[in-house]
């Protein structure tokens, strides 16, 4: 009776981690196909949190859309760790843990490149584009500073006698 009785809760145990690892694995796919396709709205739940991202909504749609790949992939992680509870047999849970910290470590990934193309496009706004004036033409550029060799010499002489 008592061993009948365990062997029906592991089964009930197993069975609720597998619907909680589904579910998850439902989330993160949704979340992620909704962030690769720029369709995630702008919301203070569900994304990346840095100040970086709130500037524009063209810069939350770009990072978001670079991360959404990898949250992705951790969605799928998270589904492959959910079917080995169904089966009741224990040691195929080493599958679940196993897909668990993939999927942790796809999401993590998404998440820290997402904040820092963040950083970049943000710079890239600010500076102007990519080398940091809105032309191309060399004449308009600041003049490069004149560096005094003599007075260099003399500091260099000062400074070993």
Known sequence: MLVA???????????????????????????????WTRHLPGNKYVGIK??????????????????????????VAMAVAAVPPFSGVSWLLLISLVGVVASVYFFGLGSSMGARAAGVLVREESSGGCCGSDSNNASDAAPAPQVDFAALRRAAGAADA
């Open 5 to 35: 009785w365990l062997r029906h809760g592991t089964v009930v145990s197993m069975v609720v981690l597998g619907c909680v690892l589904a579910a998850l694995a439902v989330v993160l796919l949704l979340v992620g196909v909704l962030a």
């Open 50 to 75: 840095v100040p970086e991202v709130r500037e524009s909504r063209e810069v939350w749609d770009a990072v978001h859309q670079f991360a959404g790949p990898l949250w992705l992939a951790s969605g």
